[in-house]
């Protein structure tokens, strides 16, 4: 995916498309993090005083700090955010459907208009036995896909798959309420548009995104409706200046 530097000329996204930003946590300095932390709201400052490593608390503000100044630029007040009966985060009398996500060193924020969407992104990571990890969570026509499989292919085609699987329950608002081994995503490609396949309850059509933000990760963004265009831009904090004043 092509990464657009700072490009703000246009923050909301069109009727057919998704915007994701992308921003890098080792960009974010310590004075900046104390201003994108008073832009939470009181609520997500207990929350963010609630993590006990360093790591984490930043990664959080940065994540719902720079949120919050896109939202309150593009809609022109401040989002009034409330939280779904699965957890999911979602805008109250608002047609901007919006997600988050972040690992390590990789924050995504995701805007679309009127279409739910889902974004995740997962660091890759060494862990033991990944075929017996697919076999017990993922779609058994996943995890049999998985296991032909050899590395370094099958790190990068099992946290692609998670990803996937996580943006597509992200874009449901399901939360952990849907097992990861209810529906069927494509496996590959690892970076490209993908096919999803769920139960006849759930929508049908979709654009399912599949794609690297950045060497050592694996990133989805999913949305209930076809062919939506993803605009991918790069966000650091003095584009957030220039949207806030921060």
């Known amino acids: 995916m092509n990464w ?18 992308r921003m ?5 300095n310590d004075a900046q993090l104390l201003v994108l932390y008073e832009r939470l709201a009181p609520e997500e400052r207990v929350r963010a005083d609630s993590f006990i490593k360093s790591v984490d608390r930043n ?10 100044i896109l939202m309150r630029h593009i809609l022109g007040i401040e989002a009034e955010i409330s939280i779904n009966a699965f957890g999911k985060p979602q805008l109250l009398n608002s047609p901007l459907q ?13 805007f679309s208009l009127n279409n739910p969407v889902g974004i995740d992104v997962e660091e890759r990571r060494e862990i033991k036995d990944l075929d017996s990890i697919a076999g017990s969570y993922f779609h058994e026509l996943e995890a049999e896909a998985l296991s032909k499989l050899d590395q370094p292919l099958l ?14 329950i992200k874009a449901l608002g399901l939360g952990l309420s849907m097992p990861l081994n209810a529906f069927e995503v494509e496996i590959f ?8 396949k769920l139960p006849d309850r759930f929508p049908q059509d979709w654009t399912l995104k599949a794609f690297n933000p950045l060497e050592g990760y694996a990133a989805a963004i999913a949305s209930p409706a076809l ?7 790069d966000l650091n904090y003095a584009a957030l200046q220039q949207l806030a004043g921060v």
């Open 24 to 28: 890098l946590l080792d960009r974010i």
């Open 155 to 168: 790190s990068q085609a099992f946290f692609s798959c998670w990803a996937k699987k996580e943006a597509v």
């Open 227 to 233: 062919n939506l265009k993803v605009r991918a831009v």
């Open 59 to 68: 990664r959080y503000i940065a994540a719902h700090g720079s949120l919050r």
């Open 98 to 110: 919006f997600n988050l996500s972040h690992s390590g060193n990789v924050i995504l924020l995701a």
């Open 189 to 196: 490609p690892i970076e490209g548009m993908c096919l999803t």
């Open 4 to 21: 657009l530097d700072d490009s703000l000329a246009q923050t909301c996204p069109a009727d057919n498309e998704v915007i994701c930003w």
